[in-house]
């Protein structure tokens, strides 16, 4: 047990910090929010050359072979500076879930593009209706005709779809009535996507596939497996974005500590009132204990041991946590932090959509009650 | 101790409520949230001027209706309840109104308050500065007199309904050798004045409701002082202190917590326990700031200004927003992202508007901190910190 | 609308307070907790002669005839200085449900005996099991057997069992199988009692009924209303309890402001600390949010009106509210408060016995949602 | 980032909690809340001694095993697990050994460190004041040089163990001319001292595990003062370090946890969805505790001194602990208000010892409010207030 970064996440994370520090500033996060794709092509080939999209990647598709638990890091640095754009749904719901699910023939036709930075990858998984994170509640049929599944409905809050080369859609196939992942091209007129308007500035889409055909031979693990895919890639994601959130709260909690040493009301840096002092160390025990659940879940998928537990428990305290912290930086940053003008709304807005992603509390306490075997 | 209204105050509320339910009806506006801060809508508030009901409790001689604290409560609570847009007349009926009636001169109440009870004078706070937030008396704005004028120089910050208001309520130093709570005037500064320009800013939420105001070499006639020179900050906590008295915030997003309760029902959410648990606790702790926003119209009835009675039912009633907000948020699961204008977008987006509108809540008017601190020492007698 | 006490209500006020500063001081209620019955006949009959007992029965019966309003302010005071003794039992649970829904006879016979001091009433009430406060949750049948009912089963948390003259029994009858509510004598040999050993330090006793014979005429209110009874009991009941609570926890409050401008750390009464004259802010808030849903129960209750909803409200308010109250007052008193030579002990130990009694905040919450047509 | 133990640990572990669960089974005791502070056992004590499990960490050659923090963080969290009653040594293995061991003279390691290895000496801890709690500077326990000797006169209070305590840990002024903070010196006084006694005081749960202690011209040799004279403020505050590093305060209350899950599965209550959301959010809660609580251990495995690091750890577990026993208390309705003893009383009346006893956890060891302050200082590097 040793629960501080090795020499090598160190030094990971020093170099995402830098870059991200020079590439990605709240001036570039703006411009690029306020793009027509909210996307830069440029700074995605600069991560591409980093190494960033093949990270945990193995070698032979052309990746750095290193381990979730280093993922973990880079995604912490890319919560802190707020970059914009598709590496979550790429990386996270896309390659990793080819590296998971996908044929040696699968992970050979689309790693080698991602790493390089060349395929955009996004995946679709909400359904309209209140459902849950879960694949139980995949309604969207794809049903088996000849050697082509073909889907047809509608997939919500899908990231990215504007921009993806392809998409990872779970269905329910026909005739089997199970759980499965097909992975479909995005440029099919037969799907079609309209922008959802979502608080966390990322690009949201409603998707509606119309008897889009797409090969048997694109489906990610056999048809039996579908279920056990879809629930892993719902763990990764939730972890993932705890790890983002690391970041953003981290990130959050700097800005205000910094502030509170500066700020003077009545002739004192309102860090020196009491109250001020126990909200930011309130903020303090929640990152922290938001930063060990979330490495710990990160830690246990990195090396593939059971962790439905584990994964609830970081993102239930996540959705709670990242709130209260918010919350508290806005109470101390006073009016200028509700300004538009400030870096906080940043935060704010992206916490709030990540609370949101892939299950918030409520739902993750109903998964511990499972395995606490409460129910 | 009787909670109820008279007969006639029952009746008022039931006129209140047919005419914005009439309005409603019309066509004439939605409710919203923040309405009453955000909604300027001239032409409803000349109607509401047409009623009587601007400037309800001044004396008839400056145009008021000489009614009760508790007729006015009555008035703002369906005022809020039906999100009407009423920001144009809110500021002068609820303070600078009762600023001028407390501190002006004879003049300046029979110039401004029955334009204003007409819904022809709106007028614009101009209190907080960059620098001086919670700590008001550190105010930078300077007043320099200059024969029968004052020039003003210096910013405001966060003041709502600039583009429409006529005058500004404006607090600046005219003696910045005295202690500093000790050298601060109140003003009554024309929009129109040369020199005074308006910045629109963008808050969170997204609303450009607000504005920063600049003063460059404004001048202002020595008769727009109002009440004495060098006791403004006196009458700034006075007047924060009926700024604070009503039910703006405990009722602030109260378009929201009805279509939330409506839209579990209809969707059948409320079946799940959980949510009808959050839901019941809201209206519970709904309840309770509404009562302790009462107390402060009873503690007006008998004569009294509130004080910490008002710091009480404010830091209470911004805390219950919040939770408003978050548990709609949560009721509506992804679909709570979606702003307003977004397809798909459930309660005109009123949640996430809330949500983030509610960061602000507990800094406006006194912090909470602030508030807190009076609340601890006016109204407890705990020593000063 | 006022939201003050009238001159009588303030007058009642500072009598009650006078007179249990006077006679009820904290070695007193210490000394009659840690006596055999826990009561003291003295007292009692000091109080019957301020016509405390009877202070809302009617002339005709012996009593004062004011309103439950003016129960309330008493029953504050009585909060307010830990009363030890059957008064609520008496008074709140027998003497007001006989009002309510007894027969002419009844009340004669009944009434004019407790405004007199000299008959205990009390309520067997709670089952064994994790049943709710409300009619449909009784089990204990009565069956009607010629002119009697009779009753057998066993009733929990019945307080005063011990020195009650008459049982108030809610049963379930049968052939009917209905709710009703009898008055059965205590001193029967069917009725035997052991007691139970309860945080707030009141007498509650487990009341076992074997084949208890009952008259007919002892029947409050007929036997088609025994539901409807019960439900207003609990009413009563609930906002009572809240009124005890009122006077609890603004002594607390008092308590604990005093202490916090006494007591001195780091050379300064620690009130002058901004995090403990926020955590005071805190209290006041709450004591006054309960102050004021009690009251608007309590005037409703006065006025006849319904107000299943306001009743619920204040108790569910009540129950949290009390607890952080409290809560705080530990953290501002410290060590000293958590000794049971330091009074605050006294308030704790009831003020949770309270949050129970009669309906927990979990339990009116669903009364609320209920109100809201939530379900 | 390693969250795992190593096999050697993990049997460690497993030995642990074989011998606990061999020692209930045979009867020794039962399982309680807060046994690790009231848990008087002096034959437990011995049994744990002769595994060689106290004074873990220490050098082998004053009696102890030479074994890692983490080697004691899993003995300590196998013993709160089951409750175990390890009052006797506990403070002498936490605390006052490791005092002895940083600052203690050679001839005082040699005189005390094996014989509590042995379980033979048990110490108590003469820190609080009735007038010196948080502001521990400020106590009025005095200490006079007298030739060889200091003569102590004063009073300490909320002492644990003091009946079984064959020592005592005594904080006493030694100079009273000085700065507050720098007249303070730390001595060993033998329980059996002349002028020393004990009077047992009751807490609010009804327990008598506390006393208070009145020093009466108590001589001390001056070989019995621990480290420097007047610098034993600096000694207290890491003292205090330790004091707060383990998992006492997250796992206090364990054996209430699992009983009360086990009773609401029982009693299909968790099938409730409100009552298993509570237990689920406790679990969430309980692990972030553990977390935190682990983090100081690795902390000091990296040699450094826990400092903001426990008092993050301690403030959040006991809230933790209220939460606990705040829900066990709903969870068990009406029959949650009753005591230990009592009849149908549910868990041993271990709901409302804890909901009693948790009023006094956010005070001991420093109160919340004081960790807070050095969280935010120290850790966050916040001024001063």
Known sequence: ?375 | MDFGFTDEQNRFRHEVRSFLEEEIEKGHWEPACDAWIQGFNPEFTRRVAHRGWIGLTWPEEYGGQGRSHTDRLILTEEMLRFGAPAACHWFADRQVGGAILSFGSEELKREFLPRIARGEAYFGLGMSEPGAGSDLASLQTRAVEDGDYYTINGQKTWTSCAYFAHYFDVYARTDPEAPKHRGISEFIVDARSPGLSRIPMTDITGTEAWSDLFFDNVRVHKKYLIGQKDRGFYQVLHQLDYERSGMERIMGNYPLFEAVVQFSKENQLSLQPAVRSKLAQLEIEFEVGRLLGYRVTSVMEDGKTPNWESAMSKAYSTEFEKRLANVSMEILGPYGQLMSGSRLVPLRGMAPHSYLGSKGYSLQAGTTEILKNILATRGLGLPAA
């Not at chain 1, 750095?64 to 979550?88: H, K, N, T, Y």
């Not at chain 1, 699910?101 to 689309?110: D, I, P, T």
């Not at chain 1, 490495?295 to 439905?308: D, G, I």
Request: glycine share 8%; with cysteine.
């Open chain 1, 1 to 375: 047990m040793r629960l501080a970064l090795t020499e090598e996440q160190e030094m990971l994370k020093r170099a995402a910090r830098d870059f991200l520090d020079d590439k990605c500033s709240k001036a570039f996060v703006r411009q690029v929010e306020d793009s027509e794709t909210g996307f830069s092509r440029e700074l995605w080939q600069d991560m591409a050359e980093l190494g960033w999209m093949g990270l945990i990647v193995p070698e032979q598709y052309g990746g750095g072979g290193m381990s979730f638990l280093d993922l973990a890091v880079l995604l912490e640095e890319m919560g802190r500076s707020c970059l914009p754009g598709p590496f979550f749904s790429t990386v996270v719901l896309g390659a990793l879930t080819i590296l998971d699910a996908g044929s040696e023939q699968q992970k050979q036709e689309y790693l080698p593009g991602v790493v390089r930075g060349e395929k955009i990858l996004t995946l679709a998984l909400d359904e309209p209706g209140f459902g849950g994170y879960d694949a139980g509640s995949i309604k969207v049929e794809a049903t088996l005709d000849g050697h082509n599944y073909c889907i047809t409905g509608t997939k919500l809050f899908v990231p990215d779809a504007h921009i993806a080369d392809h998409l990872l859609c779970a269905v329910r196939t026909k005739p089997e009535n199970v759980i499965a992942a097909l992975v479909a091209d995005a440029g099919s007129p037969q799907i079609s996507h309209a922008p959802l308007k979502s608080i966390g500035g990322d690009r949201l889409y409603e998707v509606v596939f119309d008897r889009l055909p797409v090969p048997e031979t694109r489906l990610l693990g056999g048809v039996s497996q579908g279920s056990m895919v879809v629930d892993r890639i719902v763990q990764r994601a939730a972890v993932a974005k705890c790890c983002e959130m690391v970041g953003n709260i981290q990130r959050v909690l700097e800005m205000t500590v910094d502030y509170a040493k500066e700020r003077k009301q009545f002739d004192r840096p309102i860090g020196s009132f009491q109250v001020i002092q126990h909200y930011c160390a309130d903020m303090a025990t929640d990152v922290d204990g938001a930063r060990l659940s979330t490495y710990q879940a990160a830690w246990m998928l990195s090396q593939a041991l059971p962790c439905a537990r584990e994964v609830a428990i970081a993102k239930a305290w996540m959705g709670e946590a990242s709130r209260r912290v918010i919350d508290l930086a806005h109470q101390i940053h006073g009016a200028i932090g509700v300004s538009m003008e400030h870096d906080l709304h940043f935060y704010t807005r992206r916490a709030k959509a990540a609370e949101i992603a892939f299950g918030d509390a409520d739902f993750y306490r109903e998964v511990v009650a499972r395995e606490m075997g409460l129910w």
